[in-house]
């Protein structure tokens, strides 16, 4: 059985945390048979017990505020779903995968959520078929050892799967379960989870692709543990092939922790008193009576996220305040310190992280004409779909939801509309309820066509596409905008529609603005008109307060289409709690709408832009 607590009455773990300050501070966990507490060292005291403890440096937030701030955000969310509130146990188990990071901490915590969700593993009962007989299968079990450095090893035996007799939900619902009750245990936790996928004596009837890449899926980044490593061993030949398929779902650095090997090399990876004898090693297997232990005392379990596993994904945004948030001297102290070179270099490791998923929809040959430019895809987990229709083929558009800050689905960032696009363009504004459309380029720039004249011009002017007909009610023009007023006539069903349009004119065509001021302005304009859009619908609007999406596109839709969603998002969090992080929130606004912020020169600006803004808003001294 696993050890359900520290062999000792008490555990200590040191966490080791980058500086953001050159102070020192070591911070250290304690736990007695309860949730782990924080006591602090002053570095005086932590180089007395240097034997015991290593020193250091820590970044400028602690486990406890870490954990706090993940609950105030997490627990906002289920009041607001009439739901109970999460424990601190499981903040301590979502914050400890993920290095106390809050940000990566949430995000992990509704990616579990949301795959159970998927998957519909909700309510398990281990004691009932057909989990029971899965989980007393043998296929999965957790070792009740652990290697070297702590980590709690999980073997799956492929050779005792069945396809044609199990089906996926089951295997993954045993899965699930087994390793919960190993991340149950602090030193688990704490340690990590090394995974055995053992290949011996199976064949090509025992391997289904789809089931390894959800396994793949919940490993790398669904699952509350740290992935120390995944051992494939005794991979026949013929696995060469799905494996190379299954290497490309991962980043670089998880790929680098799945390896295979042969039989007689596992002992170099773990010592042979941690495998099990059919492995080389010297433990007994007997994973139907260990799984049968894990069993008994578990009828009356009750699991603690089954309750938030219902709760619509739609309504959670990765946009939330992280624990390496800046405020804005902090921010400014970060740009002085590593200048416009620093910042483009920040940018660069951004830009080695691969893809968060797939293009395929994008990269289907129906679609390629669709597409403006044949290297700016839509990643299939967020495109934007049509709805479907008679004659036609397809539900694309080169078109992928954003969250904005604490708003799910708050932009829809897509390319300028192709002459063959703009009724799929149209039909998408209606179907998404749109009310304000944001246009960061002109049609034309420097004798290159950026973006089609997908709108009525003129005062007064009509266009028909597809079942669409756009009426241009009034144009305003600003010094550095312009904002039409359009009405949308739905031909099929004689509904009509008022939209704003705004068409941002002061980028320059090459570059980025020499000041931010005219394009904040700008983003202020847009806003105010959301929001007066937005009360005039009144209580007809039932989603989220700040409105349906609204459309932001350039020529691409990842360049000044991605700045502008990133100035947004930043300047919110700002408002709402004083800090910001500009790194994490252009890594997060990648995951949705792939390659935001083209240029190292569009993300300085980035920064630039938020400390004029904070400037003018008295945030900061005006001679910095």
């Known amino acids: 059985m696993l050890n359900r607590l520290p062999p000792h009455p008490e555990e200590t773990l040191t966490s080791c945390l980058r500086a953001r300050h050159r102070s020192l501070m070591v911070f250290v966990f304690t736990k007695s048979r309860g949730l782990p507490q924080l006591d602090f060292l002053s570095p005086a005291h932590a180089l007395l017990q240097r034997k015991r403890i290593p020193t250091f440096q820590a970044r400028a937030f602690t486990a406890s505020s870490a954990t706090r701030q993940f609950l105030e955000e997490i627990n ?55 989990l029971r007989s899965e989980l007393l299968s043998g296929k999965f079990t957790v070792l009740s050892v652990r290697d070297p450095s702590g980590a709690s090893i999980a073997l799956y035996t492929a050779k005792l799967h069945h396809p044609n007799k199990t089906g996926n939900h089951v295997v993954l619902q045993a899965l699930f379960y087994l390793l919960d009750q190993a991340v149950e245990s602090f030193e688990t936790q704490r340690n990590g989870l090394v995974f055995i996928y053992d290949m011996a004596g199976s064949n090509y009837t025992n391997f289904e692709l789809d089931l390894s890449k959800k396994i793949l899926n919940l490993l790398k980044g669904a699952f509350p543990a740290r992935l120390k490593k995944v051992l494939i061993v005794g991979a026949p030949v013929w696995f060469r092939v799905p494996y190379n398929l299954l290497s490309l779902l991962l980043k670089e650095k998880l790929r680098e922790r799945v390896q295979m090997v042969k039989l007689d090399e596992l002992r170099k990876h773990l010592p042979r008193d941690c495998l099990p004898q059919h492995l080389g090693g010297l433990l007994p297997l007997d994973a139907t009576s260990w799984n049968q232990q894990l069993l008994a005392g578990q009828n009356d379990r009750v699991d603690p996220v089954d309750e938030l596993v219902g709760i619509p994904v739609e309504e959670t945004s990765v946009h939330v305040p992280g624990s390496e948030s800046m405020r804005p001297q902090e921010l400014l102290n970060h740009l002085g310190r590593l200048q416009r070179s620093g910042i483009h270099q920040e940018y660069e490791e951004l830009l080695k992280e691969p893809p968060a998923g797939s293009f395929n929809c994008s990269l289907a040959a129906s679609n390629q004409e669709k597409n403006r430019y044949g290297d700016v895809l839509c990643l299939d987990q967020t495109r934007v779909r049509l709805t479907a229709r008679r004659n036609e083929r397809s539900d694309y558009i080169n078109a992928s939801f954003m969250d904005g800050y604490k708003h799910r689905n708050a932009y829809i960032g897509t390319q300028g509309p192709l002459e063959n696009t703009y009724g799929d363009f149209w039909r998408m504004v209606w179907e998404q309820n749109v009310l304000v459309i944001v246009m960061t380029t002109r049609t034309n720039e420097g004798n290159r066509r950026k973006c089609g004249q997908y709108w009525p011009l003129e005062e007064g002017g009509q266009e028909v596409y597809g079942h669409m007909a756009v009426v241009n009610q009034r144009v305003d023009h600003h010094t550095h905008y312009n904002h039409t007023t359009l009405v949308l006539h739905n031909t099929e069903t004689c509904e009509q529609r008022q939209v704003s349009h705004f068409q941002y004119l002061s980028w320059p065509d ?85 390659f935001s912020i083209q240029t190292p020169d569009q993300y300085y600006f980035c920064y630039n832009a938020i400390l004029e803004h904070a400037q003018r808003q008295g945030l900061l001294p005006a001679n910095q």
């Not at 106390?100 to 915590?109: G, Q």
């Not at 579990?112 to 969700?117: D, G």
Request: with cysteine; glycine share 8%; aromatic share 6%.
């Open 76 to 130: 906002k969310w289920t009041t607001q779903h009439g739901v109970s509130p999460l424990s601190r146990e499981l903040a301590v188990k979502f914050l400890m995968a993920r290095k106390f990071d809050v940000l990566r901490a949430i995000e992990l915590f509704h990616s579990y959520r949301e795959t159970r969700l998927k998957e519909g593993i909700v309510r398990l009962q281990p004691q009932e078929e057909p």
């Open 510 to 594: 090459y570059g980025v603005p020499t000041s931010a001021v005219t394009l904040i302005d700008f983003l202020g304009a847009v806003k105010r008109q959301q929001r007066k859009m937005v009360n005039t619908l009144g209580p007809q609007w039932t989603g989220h307060p700040q409105g349906p999406p609204m459309v932001v596109h350039c020529s691409a839709g990842i360049g000044r289409t991605g700045t502008f969603c990133a100035l947004d998002i930043c300047l919110s969090q700002l408002q709402d709690v004083g800090s910001l992080n500009v790194c994490q929130t252009v890594r997060r606004m990648r995951t949705q709408r792939a």
